[in-house]
Nanobody, 128 residues
Framework: QEQLVESGGGSVLAGGSLRLSCTVP???????MGWVRQTPGKEREAVAV????????TYADSVSGRFTISQGNAKNTLLLQMNNLKPEDTAMYYC??????????????????????WGQGTQVTVSS
């Protein structure tokens, strides 16, 4: 039983920035890592996914140009830099990973529940 550990959520004014961090246990051999957000009453949305397959990174249209997913200096650390935050970005953000080597990042954008490993979530609240 492996669980991702994430941090960095909080409250910020519109236009501000937050940086989320996630530690991915090395023994899950993740080929894909990403961030998924959930707001009650709305569809779950994968906002940023990076995959070993074709070395691809895919962003949801709603965050493109504002969010950046990357690996930290520690290779097992996943980061999400969120700039120019908007009230509609308010959500619970989950770090997620998957070990399958044959799925591209855009697969998880279309199927955000398909990750095999999850963190417990960190709340992001953006006020106008």
């Amino acid at each position: 039983q492996e669980q991702l550990v994430e941090s960095g959520g909080g409250s910020v004014l519109a236009g501000g920035s937050l940086r989320l961090s996630c530690t991915v246990p090395e023994n899950i051999y993740a080929r894909t890592m990403g961030w998924v957000r959930q707001t009650p009453g709305k569809e779950r949305e994968a906002v940023a996914v990076m995959s070993d397959l074709n070395h691809q990174t895919t962003y949801a249209d709603s965050v493109s140009g504002r969010f950046t997913i990357s690996q930290g200096n520690a290779k097992n650390t996943l980061l999400l830099q969120m700039n120019n935050l908007k009230p509609e970005d308010t959500a619970m953000y989950y770090c997620a990973a998957d070990r399958r080597a044959y799925l591209a990042s855009d697969w998880y954008i279309r199927h955000p529940t398909d990750f095999g490993f999850w963190g417990q979530g960190t709340q992001v609240t953006v006020s106008s």
